[in-house]
């Protein structure tokens, strides 16, 4: 089994559906096919597919076959991701801390003050000008 025979027997949203339904626990064939809307030979070539890629098993239940995942190509997969997926949470990590208004933002981008979104010199992501400031309602008077 190669990566690249993962990759590709991924590649197909088909095979993706079946995957997932594996994931929930062991199918039999008539299952996945009724699952899947997709005729059983369609399936079976499918399930060969993933078969070939390591990716199922499959074992004989009297009449009826009954696949499952093989988790340790997912692992792999897996494996080779998570130098991916790091640098995608170090991302939104560093995305979080400017939207949560980090000291260490950058001049000139939206203030963190809910009364004031965008500085005054600076036009809404829309494109509008900032509108002018509503003027705060004034206390009641004690003679009212």
């Not at 199918?27 to 070539?45: D, F, H, M, N, Y």
């Not at 965008?118 to 036009?123: G, I, L, M, N, Y």
């Amino acid at each position: 089994m190669s990566d690249a025979s993962l990759w590709a027997a991924l590649a197909d949203p088909h095979r993706r559906a079946i995957v997932a339904l594996l994931l929930e626990r062991p199918r039999a064939v008539g299952e996945i096919v009724e699952a899947c809307g997709l005729s059983q030979p369609g399936t079976s070539k499918h399930l060969r597919v993933l078969r070939d890629a390591g990716l199922v098993r499959v074992r004989q239940d009297a009449q009826r076959r009954v696949y499952a995942l093989d988790p340790a190509p997912i692992a792999a997969l897996d494996a080779w991701l998570a130098p991916y997926r790091k640098l995608w949470n170090e991302s939104l990590d560093a995305l979080g801390r400017r939207l949560d208004g980090d000291p260490d933002r950058v001049a000139g981008e939206p203030s963190d003050h809910p009364e004031e979104p965008f500085p005054h010199d600076r036009r809404r992501p829309n494109g509008e000008a900032p509108a002018p400031k509503a003027p705060e309602p004034k206390a009641p008077s004690p003679k009212d």
